[in-house]
């Protein structure tokens, strides 16, 4: 494995999508304490909207930040005209309405962007010639593709941290996610909050969504399942209630995965390693953290004294 | 002395399970407000109809205004900060940034700064501690800090519910202590729910005593220290 720092590079870009969909789920966790289902198909249907935009004669960068835009109204939509009249109901119909919403946005994505069942070219937001690359090192050459989206999410992740410690909204989020009544009682509208909160996600997921698009070179209605599964697993890994455990968790998943796909042909098993052997071993070791610490990596284990 | 907060018939409970069953008082302003209750009488449920935490019918008016329908993160922007029972403090945020959130209502900036460190110097235990996590501290600083807290707001009115409850006796003296100061010096309106009757009542002005929903008996402080019947119920001698 005299390849490994080039193993690592390779996994860093599909581990920083891991970490933007997980930051999303992570933004809607704290809020509601709920895993939102359909945050992938929620991503691949603004995936879609920027093609769309694309398609018809704009810039990709416009593209994908109306269609950021467009998630985040259709995210506060979301809660507002689903989650919250379920959430009175019980918090499994929660449940169940995000995981109809994961049927139902992919439905609807087919049903509004026809080809998308045959999958559709989508442009990248960085060069991704051939020869787009820089040497680091002795032969390690890093993608100014997977530099690009490396840096798309650095930023992003740091924006959000900045958001929750800095601002008055942020301390309003994290009030709502620490004790809704007494949040209430300070005088925050939780239930903006929580919009604002699914807004957040849901444009979150539209850039990552672009993220994989440009990486692939092509978005399908299924392009989004095998993603959201390892980003849920990375946020579950990082902590489900820590924005930097959904980052550490997304790019460890990354490299895990690239490690693993590089797997030398010479050496012992290696018959019966491959690409969705990557995606076991990632979920075993997520097995073996959360044995020992329930509440993944980062995420608080509530210090509480009564 | 005006009447600041009012309530009239209060109706209010959980689901089919009705509570309060048309229950009186008021505070005036610039007093201590006690009232007296056994474990289920209503005391709980009455602060979180009064803060609007839950469904309510009758009518509620703080300073002149009808509150009925209006909703807590609103009520507190026009005066009312309440305690809830069990503390209420946001545990995984540091004390500092308790008290931050108590005065999210405000515009921020320098008064709310200062303000800090006048209930810094006022609960001297939260400035050592201000930038540890809340839920690590112990039951009697986080009481303080769900006071420091609620006080952030600058409220009129402030509303205690059972600050007693889970802390040892000393403790609760120097909490009421300092529930009585925060009267005296500063003119603040308090209105207290508790079970610990004799501390309340020492700082209190006017007392009511509430059972299974109602108010059974009210008054000034020395009245209902007077009155036989409540005296053996509440203060025990």
Known sequence: MGDLPQYIINGLAIGAVYSLVALGLVVIYRGTGHLNFAQGEMALFATFIAWWIYDHGSTMWFAVIVAAIAAFAGGAIIEFGLMRPAGKKSPLAVVVVSIALFQGVNSLTTLVFKRSTDGVPFQSLFPNGADDFVEIGDGTIWYYQDIGVFLTVLVLTGLLFLLFQKTKIGLAMRMVANNPDSAKLSGVSTNKTLMLSWGISASLGAVAGAMIGGINVNITNFTMFEIFLLSSAAATLGGLDSPLGALVGGLSLGIIRSLVSSYPEDWPISEYINRSTAVAVAFVIILIVLVVRPSGLFGSSRVERV | ?237
């Open chain 2, 1 to 237: 002395m005006s009447v600041l907060l009012d309530v009239k018939g209060l109706v209010a409970g959980y689901g089919a399970v009705q509570v309060l069953e048309g229950l009186d008082l008021h505070v005036e302003e610039g007093e201590v407000a006690v009232i007296l209750g056994a474990n289920g009488a209503g005391k709980t449920t009455t602060m979180r109809a009064i803060s609007g935490m839950i469904a309510r019918k009758g009518s509620v008016t703080f300073a002149g205004t009808d509150i009925t329908a209006t909703a807590p993160n609103d009520i507190v922007k026009l005066g009312i900060a309440q305690v809830p029972q069990g503390r209420g403090t946001f545990t995984d945020l540091s004390v500092e940034d308790n008290l931050r959130a108590g005065a999210y209502i405000r515009k921020g900036g320098d008064s709310v700064d200062a303000d800090m460190r006048e209930w810094y110097d006022v609960f001297p235990r939260l400035r050592e501690r201000r930038s540890q996590k809340a839920g690590s501290l112990s039951g009697g600083e986080q009481q303080m800090l769900a006071i420091a807290r609620a006080l952030m707001s600058k409220p009129k009115l402030l509303l205690c519910d059972e600050p007693s409850l889970g802390l040892a006796p000393i403790i609760t003296q120097e909490l009421f202590a300092i529930l009585g100061r925060l009267n005296t010096e500063r003119g603040l309106s308090i209105m207290v729910v508790e079970q610990n009757a004799n501390l309340a009542v020492k700082i209190a002005h006017s007392v009511f005593v509430l059972e299974t929903g109602t108010i059974v008996a009210s008054g000034t402080a020395e009245e209902i220290a007077n009155d036989d019947i409540v005296r053996k119920a509440y203060l025990g001698y």
